[in-house]
């Protein structure tokens, strides 16, 4: 289930401050509490002034009211065309996209990237099945249009954000199938990383073809997306732990290491 414990940003004097933490609302739903030996959902909810989407690891996908915490539509997996009868298999820890607000639309990336109308959850389009990671959608221009991207188990798919027509495909095989860093964007190119892989790369996503920038090991982001601030990108190397791993800062634009940090 979500609650509201804050205010929030556009909804006016709906939600005023609690100094004593009282929830104004919850919502809550039937889901196997565990998958892997983590429980819960492993996607954060996307709210605009008048709805909260949510999506569960199993792929259960609400939209309730932001003011009152009533159900406004749901959805399962096979009602957006994604069934195992067909091939269709969870990611190993379950599925962890973050619902993408675009326009009148809120777009899930469920192994296929599914456009949903935000007021009926009526599918607007949907893509072949590229076969979901743990990543979330951004949209991005390419040749004038808005676009998604999404960071998929085999690698990027940019598709058009009106119809869901794919422009560009780029392979991108990391051990495990674990694609959980979201794609960053700097000036119309997508910066990807994985740990366990190719290390990381900032490709130019104009079709027909991808053109890779540069690509190198000096960053292999685990689960942790990176952060990017005037041309630097800054996040950490491999499993960060007592035993290991490191945050580091890049040059976006050459993909050099400038430093590195332990502990």
């Given at each position: 289930g979500?609650?509201?414990?804050?205010?929030s940003?556009?909804?006016?004097?709906?939600?005023?401050r609690?100094?004593?933490?009282?929830?104004?609302?919850a919502?809550t739903?039937?889901?196997?509490?565990e998958?892997k030996?983590?429980?819960?959902?492993?996607?954060t909810?996307?709210?605009?002034?008048?709805?909260?989407f949510?999506?569960?690891?199993?792929?259960q996908?609400?939209?309730?009211?932001?003011?009152?915490?009533?159900?406004?539509?749901?959805?399962?997996l096979?009602?957006?065309?994604v069934n195992e009868?067909?091939?269709?298999?969870?990611?190993?820890?379950?599925?962890?996209?973050s619902p993408?607000?675009?326009e009148?639309?809120?777009?899930y990336?469920?192994?296929?990237i599914v456009?949903?109308?935000?007021?009926?959850g009526d599918?607007?389009?949907?893509?072949?099945?590229?076969?979901?990671?743990?990543?979330?959608p951004?949209?991005?221009?390419v040749?004038?249009k808005?676009?998604?991207?999404?960071?998929?188990?085999?690698?990027?798919?940019?598709v058009e954000a009106?119809?869901?027509?794919?422009?560009?495909?780029?392979?991108w095989?990391?051990n495990?199938?674990?694609?959980?860093?979201m794609?960053?964007?700097?000036?119309g190119r997508i910066?990807?990383?994985s740990f366990?892989?190719?290390?990381?790369?900032?490709i130019?996503?104009?079709?027909p073809?991808?053109t890779?920038?540069w690509?190198?090991t000096?960053?292999?982001?685990n689960?942790s997306s990176?952060?990017l601030h005037d041309?630097?990108l800054?996040?950490?190397d491999?499993?960060?732990?007592?035993?290991?791993?490191?945050?580091?800062?890049?040059?976006?634009?050459?993909?050099?290491?400038?430093?590195?940090h332990?502990?």
């Open positions: 979500i609650r509201d414990r804050s205010p940003r556009g909804l006016g004097d709906v939600y005023k609690q100094e004593n933490g009282e929830v104004r609302w919502f739903y039937d889901c196997p509490e998958r030996s983590f429980f819960g959902p492993r996607s909810p996307a709210v605009d002034d008048d709805y909260v949510t999506m569960s690891w199993n792929g996908m609400h939209c309730v009211n932001a003011r009152s915490g009533q159900l406004v539509w749901k959805k399962s096979p009602d957006v065309g009868e067909f091939g269709f298999s969870l990611p190993n820890w379950g599925l962890a996209c993408l607000i675009h009148d639309t809120v777009v990336d469920v192994g296929r456009a949903l109308d935000r007021k009926t599918i607007k389009w949907s893509t072949d099945d590229f076969n979901a990671a743990y990543s979330s951004v949209v991005l221009d040749n004038g808005p676009s998604i991207a999404c960071f998929m188990r085999r690698g990027l798919v940019v009106e119809t869901g027509a794919l422009l560009s495909k780029y392979p095989n990391s495990g199938d674990v694609n959980a860093a794609p960053l964007l700097h000036e910066f990807l990383s366990s892989g190719p290390g990381c790369a900032l130019s996503p104009t079709p073809e991808v890779v920038i690509q190198n000096n960053l292999a982001n689960v990176g952060v041309s630097y800054y996040g950490f491999g499993q960060v732990s007592d035993s290991g791993g490191e945050l580091r800062c890049l040059d976006i634009r050459t993909g050099e290491l400038k430093w590195r332990e502990g």
